[in-house]
């Protein structure tokens, strides 16, 4: 790809040219949605840092935990298909989160291919004291601006998920 094609398909994340946004001129960093996804994303990961500390986990262990909450006992491929994370990413989250005493991997006696993973009593408990641990607040938005922009983001990522489903990677 030429430095020109690359420029443009960069711009293209940018917002769109307004009447705010001077046509002559390149979009500025605060101008691309991508940025401010991502620098949010950094800016999540500093306000929940107390929070994953207090629990004695990472981020991406706590996520594992919560799809487990939410359907207990499936394979290590439909974890990481709900978390968006290959298997040789979630298995040592997985392994980490077995000897914490959170999780239990065992073969699936029907497919051996297959390891099944379930929350232990501990990974349960874990959830009681993260229940009232959230970042609503500190967001700023009100609890239905919090669920609007949390639906907005999901929509956005599915979007871009299908498509881009087929490019070269």
């Known amino acids: 790809m030429t430095v020109t094609k690359a420029k443009q398909a960069t711009f ?3 917002a769109p040219k307004t009447a705010a946004t001077d046509a002559k001129t390149d979009p500025k960093l605060q101008d691309f949605l991508c940025f401010a ?3 949010a994303n950094l800016a999540y990961g500093r306000a929940y840092k107390p929070i994953l500390e207090e629990l004695g ?6 996520i594992a935990i919560v799809a487990l909450w939410e359907e ?3 394979t290590v491929s439909s974890l990481g298909e709900k978390l968006f994370l290959e298997s040789n990413t979630l298995t040592p989250i997985l392994k980490n989160l077995e000897a914490m005493g959170y999780v239990r991997r065992q073969r699936d006696s029907k497919d051996e291919r297959q390891v099944l993973v ?6 349960r408990r874990v959830r009681e004291k ?3 641990m959230n970042l609503v607040k500190e967001s700023g938005l009100t609890p239905d601006e919090f669920a609007k922009m949390q639906k907005g ?3 956005l990522r599915n979007n871009l998920i299908k498509g881009t489903k087929g490019a070269a990677k």
């Open 72 to 74: 207990d006992n499936q």
């Open 37 to 39: 996804i991502y620098s």
């Open 12 to 14: 293209k994340t940018a």
């Open 153 to 155: 983001i999901v929509a």
């Open 118 to 123: 379930s929350l232990t009593d501990a990974g």
């Open 130 to 132: 993260a229940l009232p």
């Open 57 to 62: 986990l990472t981020y991406t262990q706590y």
